[in-house]
């Protein structure tokens, strides 16, 4: 930590390294004059930034009859910024992926609107495969500087995968 000499009339100090992220630090001043030092101060508490808190679970809907919207709520950022988030989607087989041709938490318009729209095409597609009336689910995480958070939950509600009609028989005579 970097502070000001006794002798200074500053009245702040910055902190530029030696912290540890997510630690509360506490600060006591006290004042020095040509008699002597004052009492110091009440304790003041600063805790310092981390990783952002883990997200709430996403939320899945349906959008323009076609697409799957995945929306998630911004989690607290504990003093800065979020700079990515990874949206991960659970495959017919039990495995999590990233679709990052639709929903790439690095994109600058997907970090600012918190959604992005997924054509239900490529949820039946490879590798994720999912079949009529199957729930997506999906889970989330947010980076900051300090690194990924925990995944969220995944949802337990949200869109179903719809597909078109199957072949009808062929149309008999009726009598």
């Known amino acids: 930590m970097t502070g000001f000499t006794v002798n200074s009339l500053n009245t702040s100090f910055i902190v530029t390294s030696g912290t540890l992220p997510n630690y509360a630090y506490q600060f006591r001043v006290r004042a020095k004059n040509a008699y002597g030092y004052g009492i110091y101060s009440d304790p003041a508490s600063i805790r310092t930034s981390d990783k952002p808190e883990i997200m709430t679970a996403v939320s899945t809907s349906i959008v323009d009859s076609i697409n799957v919207r995945i929306r998630w709520v911004k ?8 700079n990515a988030y990874k949206i991960l989607i659970l495959q017919s087989n039990g495995v999590y992926s990233e679709l990052l041709s639709y929903c790439d938490g690095t994109q600058a318009v997907i970090i600012l609107q918190s959604y992005c729209d997924i054509p239900m095409a490529s949820l039946r597609a490879s590798p994720y495969s999912l079949s009529q009336n199957s729930l997506v689910i999906a889970k989330a995480s947010a980076k900051n500087i300090f690194g990924w958070a925990q995944f969220s939950t995944p949802n337990v509600d949200g869109a179903r995968i719809q597909v078109a009609p ?3 028989n062929a149309p008999t005579r009726g009598t």
């Open 75 to 82: 989690p607290y950022e504990n003093s800065e910024s979020i």
């Open 166 to 168: 199957y072949q009808m």
